[in-house]
């Protein structure tokens, strides 16, 4: 029986110092992924303190930042171009009260219904419409709130009202004309 039981006990201890290692090994694994997680939220703090140091002293650094600074004005000017060139492309402008996007050439938000500054470039447009401003008479934009073009508010009607009372004048022409 002696070999049955030093066979056993081997087993078990093999076992054990299986389930010990698999235990470790999880837990590095489990340490592996804390620290790259901090790791990851110290990248994302660096990049915050970045963004808020060139917000803060954009006009006041040190010399040894000049460079890093010039950069990023640099490519937040190019974007800026390549905003304006998006915007020339789809026809819009954006607000400059709340930055909603308003068809070239409106003269007031259809959004908030602030005044639009007009340039020598823009000219009207015709946007597909949906609705006409019963103040001066324009098309705007489905939905809108103002009127591009005279600043009224737009009275919202729903489609499906919109529809019905078509309907019922269409009968109702229907019916006078028998």
């Known amino acids: 029986m002696g070999f049955f039981d030093d066979l056993g006990k081997k087993v078990t201890d093999a076992s054990q110092k299986a389930m010990q290692k698999t235990q470790e090994m999880s837990e590095m694994a489990r340490l592996n992924s804390l620290i790259s997680q901090n790791e990851n939220k110290i990248k994302n703090a660096y990049g915050q303190i970045g963004q808020l140091f060139v917000e803060l002293c954009r006009d006041d650094y040190k010399p040894?930042?000049?460079?890093?600074?010039?950069?990023?004005?640099?490519?937040?000017?190019?974007?800026?171009?390549?905003?304006?060139?998006?915007?020339?492309?789809?026809?819009?402008?954006?607000?400059?009260?709340?930055?909603?996007?308003?068809?070239?050439?409106?003269?007031?938000?259809?959004?908030?219904?602030?005044?639009?500054?007009?340039?020598?470039?823009?000219?009207?447009?015709?946007?597909?419409?949906?609705?006409?401003?019963?103040?001066?008479g324009a098309e705007v934009p489905e939905g809108a709130a103002f009127c591009n073009f005279c600043g009224a508010p737009i009275a919202q009607t729903d489609k499906q009202e919109t529809a019905d009372e078509a309907a019922d004048e269409a009968a109702d022409d229907e019916t006078e004309g028998e």
């Open 64 to 136: 040894e930042f000049e460079e890093l600074m010039a950069t990023v004005i640099g490519l937040e000017q190019e974007n800026d171009t390549y905003r304006k060139q998006l915007q020339d492309m789809k026809g819009i402008q954006k607000c400059e009260q709340c930055g909603a996007e308003v068809p070239k050439g409106a003269a007031f938000c259809n959004s908030c219904g602030a005044p639009i500054a007009q340039t020598d470039e823009q000219e009207t447009t015709d946007e597909a419409a949906g609705q006409i401003c019963e103040q001066c």
